[in-house]
Every structure is written in C-alpha cells, then in structure tokens.
C-alpha cells in the first residue's frame, strides 16, 4: 500500500494490524515501512535500517522481528523502516548513488533539498518524530569492522538504562554525538534513542543477526509493549568516546591497507596500528595511536583513498 509520506498518521490504521507500506515522497523515493499497531494503547517503538545502503544486518532483523510479532500481543505500536535509503541499498553503496550524500550526516534533511536530503526530511518528520524510543540498526557494511555493540547516550537515563537490557555484550557511551545524524536528530526532539555496530563486511552473521532481533524484543519489553521484562544481559565490555568514525585515524594517499592491530585491542599513544603500501610494497604512510585506548574501529576493506576513516579508538569504562 502506497501511502503519501505527509499524510502518515500510525493511529488511521486498524488496531491489532500488521500494515506493509511504502512512504511516497514525490520526485524523490518510495520508501518502505513496517506498522505494527497492537491491540491496546501504549508506546511507540521506531526502528530503522539501511540508512547506509551496505549495511543488511537490521534490514534481516527488522524483516524476521515484523514477520514473528502478533500484533493482537502488543499495547502500543511499532513503525519499522527496513530499508532508508532504497537507492544505496540497491547499489550496495554506503552512501547514495544518486548525489552521493552520506544520509547519516544530513538529518533532519530539507524537504526541498538534495534527492538524499528530502528521504532524511521524511524519515525524521514522519517517523522518528512518532517515537516513545528510536533505535538505529547499522554495522560495520562493506568497508569498516565494528564491534558487535549497542550504542547509547551516558547524558540520558532512558537511553542508559535501555542499553542495559538490550541484550548486546559491548556497550558503547556517548557523552556527545555529532549533529546530522538520525539519533541526534531524535536527541534534539527529546526521544531517548540506541544504535547498533556489528561486523559487517556485506554479511550478515547468526551471531549479529540475533543481537539486533533480541534486541528489539527486549526494547518492546522494556518500552511495555511486549508483555514480560527482558531477561537479563551479561556486558563484557563498556567503551566511552565520541564514536565518530569519520574523526579517526585518517588516510592522506591512495594505497593497500596492512592492519598491525585488531578490534577491540588495547593500544598505547605511538603504537603503529598500520601501514600503507604500494602494489609493490612502498612504505607509503604510518599510522600510529594518538592516544591510549581501544580499538573500536578498523578499516576492513584493504583499498584506501585520501580522506577514509582508518581507525578509531574508544576508552574502556569496565
């Protein structure tokens, strides 16, 4: 069912319903969402994924989650976007293809702006904006490797406690978080917001699948619109830092990337993390740490252009 974005309201359809829909946005895209509406009255739960268009562990999540859930079960609703950027996840890019914009650098968008900007303009005004709590699927997609992990805000006690029973062993806090992306928008709105990392690498992994699909239940638990309360969760490690992936160690040349440290590995200030080498093996660049930590982030695809993000490093709070 097609449904004009502008006109979306969750409560015009039926309680106790299961609703696929695409969200039309004129000259732009169509893009697809779950609505879940249960029986009773009660909180909403927003999830998306795909926002970055190589990243396919919280589509599969979402999809299985939605095809499992009984609406009849539930009191309040769940809005689901599967897929946010529908010309990148057909083109299994990170960022659009048709302007190349990075969506998760652009919110809340412009309804008048860029191709990427009017989808980002959609998915913060007429479905973030109907969020109790907003959760962001993402994964290390094709070109980074990412901890398995939840990520929360350590200002918000709703968004602390919610990484608690989400079920995911690595939680990640965030003191701040850059603007233009989907949880700062939902931040400036007052919705307490989680977002996931996992492996990625154009994969998706059981192990990761899970996390997110557990997780999700354990929110709807949480959040009261599933009944029961989410068992409990064993947290092997806390990392704190900013998490910005793209204020990391960063590329100045054109080369084959040698990884010398791995994730999740402790790292003193001016350890060498990797090189960069020619296709004959030239000692192009040295990577080194600029402070103690650990590694949250590597680049995983071997490739590296001027300006890639290589590594990132987080501090450990347990």
């Given at each position: 069912?097609?449904?004009?974005?502008?006109?979306?309201?969750?409560?015009?359809?039926?309680?106790?319903?299961?609703n696929r829909l695409s969200l039309h946005i004129p000259d732009t895209a169509d893009v697809p969402l779950l609505l879940l509406?249960?029986?009773?009255?009660?909180?909403?739960?927003?999830?998306?994924?795909?926002?970055?268009?190589?990243?396919?562990?919280?589509?599969?999540?979402?999809?299985?989650?939605?095809?499992?859930?009984?609406p009849q079960t539930m009191s309040g609703r769940l809005i689901a976007v599967?897929?946010?950027?529908?010309?990148?996840?057909?083109?299994?890019?990170?960022?659009?293809?048709?302007?190349?914009?990075?969506?998760?650098?652009?919110?809340?968008?412009?309804?008048?702006?860029?191709?990427?900007?009017?989808?980002?303009?959609?998915?913060?005004?007429?479905?973030?904006?109907?969020?109790?709590?907003?959760?962001?699927?993402?994964?290390?997609?094709?070109?980074?490797?990412?901890?398995?992990?939840?990520?929360?805000?350590?200002?918000?006690?709703?968004?602390?406690?919610?990484?608690?029973?989400?079920?995911?062993?690595?939680?990640?806090?965030?003191?701040?978080?850059?603007?233009?992306?989907?949880?700062?928008?939902?931040?400036?709105?007052?919705?307490?917001?989680?977002?996931?990392?996992?492996?990625?690498?154009?994969?998706?992994?059981?192990?990761?699948?899970?996390?997110?699909?557990?997780?999700?239940?354990?929110?709807?638990?949480?959040?009261?619109?599933?009944?029961?309360?989410?068992?409990?969760?064993?947290?092997?490690?806390?990392?704190?830092?900013?998490?910005?992936?793209?204020?990391?160690?960063?590329?100045?040349?054109?080369?084959?990337?040698?990884?010398?440290?791995?994730?999740?590995?402790?790292?003193?200030?001016?350890?060498?993390?990797?090189?960069?080498?020619?296709?004959?093996?030239?000692?192009?660049?040295?990577?080194?740490?600029?402070?103690?930590?650990?590694?949250?982030?590597?680049?995983?695809?071997?490739?590296?252009?001027?300006?890639?993000?290589?590594?990132?490093?987080?501090?450990?709070?347990?």
């Amino acid at each position: 069912m097609i449904v004009e974005a502008v006109n979306f309201r969750p409560e015009s359809f039926p309680p106790a319903s299961c609703n696929r829909l695409s969200l039309h946005i004129p000259d732009t895209a169509d893009v697809p969402l779950l609505l879940l509406n249960g029986s009773r009255p009660g909180k909403t739960l927003v999830v998306t994924a795909g926002v970055h268009g190589d990243e396919y562990e919280g589509v599969r999540a979402i999809l299985e989650v939605v095809q499992e859930l009984s609406p009849q079960t539930m009191s309040g609703r769940l809005i689901a976007v599967p897929v946010a950027n529908p010309p990148a996840f057909w083109q299994g890019m990170r960022t659009s293809p048709v302007d190349g914009q990075n969506m998760a650098r652009i919110m809340p968008g412009s309804s008048t702006g860029t191709f990427s900007e009017r989808i980002a303009f959609t998915l913060a005004h007429n479905v973030i904006d109907f969020a109790d709590f907003y959760l962001d699927l993402h994964s290390g997609g094709i070109t980074y490797r990412m901890p398995s992990m939840v990520g929360y805000s350590t200002t918000d006690p709703r968004s602390t406690a919610a990484a608690a029973i989400f079920g995911a062993s690595i939680l990640w806090g965030h003191e701040q978080i850059a603007p233009g992306r989907t949880i700062s928008y939902a931040a400036s709105k007052g919705i307490p917001w989680l977002y996931t990392e996992a492996r990625g690498a154009g994969r998706i992994h059981p192990q990761d699948l899970e996390m997110m699909k557990s997780g999700i239940y354990n929110l709807l638990r949480h959040l009261g619109i599933l009944p029961g309360a989410p068992p409990s969760a064993a947290i092997q490690w806390r990392l704190q830092g900013e998490g910005d992936t793209d204020a990391g160690v960063t590329a100045t040349k054109t080369g084959f990337l040698l990884h010398k440290v791995h994730l999740l590995q402790t790292v003193q200030k001016g350890q060498l993390l990797g090189t960069l080498v020619s296709p004959t093996g030239e000692l192009l660049e040295e990577y080194r740490a600029e402070k103690a930590g650990i590694v949250g982030m590597v680049h995983e695809f071997p490739i590296v252009q001027p300006g890639d993000s290589l590594f990132l490093l987080a501090d450990r709070d347990l």
